[in-house]
């Protein structure tokens, strides 16, 4: 078990995953704090050290979580954004890990750590394992034609092969049409309108409204949905909420769930794998907002092809950078000097 009062908050700028990072070592050891990740589009997206987040597209109106306050987003990582639930067996047995869940602190050594790139459009959660011998790392960017982009990797540190069974995903996410007045004074009657699918062939999600939301006598259809789906996953099943977890955590299977209504949306994905010494395993869970019936049919026909589909994210997240890149030099974003934590002051 680690000690929190020994781990030493340290900031430093590094080479990570082929670009400039600024990370921060046990930021866990810090009070949470405020980051926005920025893009060359229309994305907004503010994240807490803790974890939790709020995000979107364009305005509040059309959100992906649910649009709240700071202090409220520094609260939500339990029940909004990001989850997973790790079981890894070895010879030893089976033992249960929950990265970045800070009510669990004590149970193994961890160490913390944030990765933001000098970019400002990429953002690194990562825990490390150490008593398990186990990394876990995810990271956002944004893609203006898919969204935002969640790219998961789990890494095994030991000499020896371990069995993982894994739950992860996001929580909590909303339909499109729930405009940010239903969100914050109605969120009981938006629950209550909620219809959820997934579409097993593919495992893509829908998150839509069963109707407008109105008083009104008047017909009100909701024809737009929030989307969300998985890469890199030979084998996994999909589960729309989040009321199979504490089955997962007791060691039972979930089972995939094809359709819920009435209660919060997720997207979490479940498989196995087996992990050979120092190798490692990745995913991605891409999901966007108020996608129209034509765009859901294209995205299908872009999931029929997953490894083609995977190379045009890639490349649609690297021309979001270069844009990104262009539109910060054309205001002088950008100065070079012999300090670089100098330079990277004047960006942000």
């Keep these: 078990m680690n000690n929190k009062e020994e781990q030493v908050v340290s900031g430093e700028c590094i080479d990570f995953s082929g670009e400039r990072y600024y990370a921060i070592r046990n930021v866990d050891n810090l009070a949470p704090f405020f980051i926005s990740v920025i ?10 050290s803790s974890g939790g987040l709020s995000a979107g597209r364009v305005s509040p ?8 306050t700071v202090d409220k987003i520094h609260e939500s990582a339990p029940h909004t954004g990001c989850k997973t639930i790790i079981r890894a067996s070895d010879a030893d047995g089976e033992r ?43 990271t956002w960017s944004t893609s203006d034609q898919y969204g935002f982009v969640r790219l998961s990797e789990l890494k095994n540190l030991s ?26 004074n109605s969120s009981n009657l938006v629950d209550a309108y909620k219809w959820t699918e997934l579409e097993e062939s593919t495992g893509l999600a829908l998150y839509t409204l069963y109707s407008g939301i109105t008083d009104r006598a008047e017909p009100c259809e909701s024809l737009r949905a929030n989307t969300a789906f998985c890469l ?3 084998s996994k099943q999909v589960l729309l909420s989040s009321r199979q977890l504490e089955q997962f955590r007791a060691g039972n299977n979930p089972r995939q769930e094809p359709h819920k209504r009435g209660i919060r949306g997720a997207y979490f994905v479940v498989f196995a794998v087996s992990l050979a010494p120092h190798s ?25 092809k ?43």
């Design 306 to 348: 997953p490894d083609s589909l995977r190379e045009v994210i890639a490349e649609s997240v690297s021309e979001g950078s270069d844009e990104l890149a262009r539109i910060m030099a054309g205001s002088d974003g950008f100065q070079t000097t012999f300090e670089e934590y100098v330079s990277l002051h004047h960006y942000a």
């Design 61 to 68: 109106d059309t959100a992906l979580f649910p649009y709240v």
């Design 280 to 304: 490692d395993q990745s995913w991605q869970l891409v999901a966007n907002i108020e996608q129209s019936q034509k765009q859901v049919v294209d995205l299908l026909r872009d999931l029929a």
């Design 39 to 48: 893009s060359n589009s229309d994305h907004w997206l503010f994240v807490s």
């Design 232 to 234: 890199g996953l030979e």
């Design 96 to 138: 249960l890990w929950e990265p970045f869940n800070l009510e669990h602190d004590g149970l193994y050594s961890v160490s913390r750590n944030l990765y933001k790139n000098f970019l400002g459009n990429k953002l690194c959660f990562e825990e490390v394992n150490h008593d398990l011998q186990l990394q876990f790392r995810y």
């Design 159 to 184: 000499d020896k092969e371990v069995s993982i069974s894994v739950i992860d995903g996001l929580q909590n996410i909303l339909p499109a049409g729930a405009q940010r007045f239903a969100q914050t």
